[in-house]
Nanobody, 123 residues
Framework: QVQLVESGGGLVQAGGSLRLSCAASGRTFSRYAMGWFRQAPGKEREFVACISRNSGSTYYAESVKGRFTISRDNAKNTVYLQMNSLKPEDTAVYYC????????????????WGPGTQVTVSS
């Protein structure tokens, strides 16, 4: 069982930056690939970024590539999402999720999800 809690969301102006954190409980964090997803009002939840267990592989949605960076610290049981050059269309609730072993951009297979943190980007 893994419990996830996101933090770091808030209100920021377009062009600004935020750093999201996701703290995981338990001693098996390094066994999980981690992903960030987001859901904007009236839209389906979508993939943002993911990172493999040892940080060797990362993938990004085209819409955030070059602006967002995912990273993790297995010693701290934490995954991060550094978001730069934010745009109003980045406004959404951001969720972190854990998937056993295998990295994937698909939501299916992510067994554990955090409650989400709101990111609002004003124009």
């Amino acid at each position: 069982q893994v419990q996830l809690v996101e933090s770091g969301g808030g209100l920021v102006q377009a062009g600004g930056s935020l750093r999201l954190s996701c703290a995981a409980s338990g001693r098996t964090f390094s066994r999980y690939a981690m992903g960030w997803f987001r859901q904007a009002p009236g839209k389906e939840r979508e993939f943002v970024a993911c990172i493999s267990r040892n940080s060797g592989s990362t993938y990004y949605a085209e819409s955030v590539k070059g602006r967002f960076t995912i990273s993790r610290d297995n010693a701290k049981n934490t995954v991060y999402l550094q978001m730069n050059s934010l745009k109003p269309e980045d406004t959404a609730v951001y969720y972190c999720a854990a998937r056993p072993l295998v990295l994937s951009i698909a939501q299916a297979g992510y067994d554990y999800w955090g409650p989400g943190t709101q990111v609002t980007v004003s124009s």
